[in-house]
């Protein structure tokens, strides 16, 4: 099992980057999925998630309006389109899948991607 996230790089205030995040089958497989994003010297915080039945996703406030997470059947991929980007969003991207729990939180996650750093100028 092993997700692959890309995409990140460095963008100008109130520019847009779209992340992808390929999974292999198993892991695309499972009951949602979400990215979480680390600053320096900050904890990992939760950014988006959705599931695979129903579609549900959920965004953390920072993000809502700005952000949209969306998947691809077909290319076992996940995605997270940002738009307005800030120079607080700059952090280390990582995407992750759930087996269980409420996606809200990193401890339902199980399987993790190795991160891509997004930075945000001014």
């Known amino acids: 099992v092993q997700l692959q996230a890309s995409g990140g790089g460095l963008v100008q205030a109130e520019g847009s980057l779209k992340l992808s995040c390929e999974a292999s089958?198993?892991?695309?497989?499972?009951?949602?999925m979400g990215w979480f994003r680390q600053a320096p010297g900050k904890e990992r915080e939760f950014v988006a998630a959705?599931?695979?039945?129903?579609?549900?996703?959920y965004y953390a406030d920072s993000v809502k309006g700005r952000f949209t997470i969306f998947g691809d059947n077909a290319k076992h991929t996940l995605y997270l389109q940002m738009g307005s980007l800030q120079p607080e969003d700059t952090a280390v991207y990582y995407c992750?899948?759930?087996?269980?729990?409420?996606?809200?939180?990193?401890?339902?996650?199980?399987?993790w991607g190795q991160g891509t750093l997004v930075t945000v100028s001014s």
């Open positions: 959705i599931t695979w039945i129903g579609s549900r996703s």
């Open positions: 992750a899948a759930s087996v269980q729990g409420d996606l809200h939180y990193s401890s339902s996650y199980y399987y």
């Open positions: 089958g198993r892991a695309y497989s499972t009951y949602g």
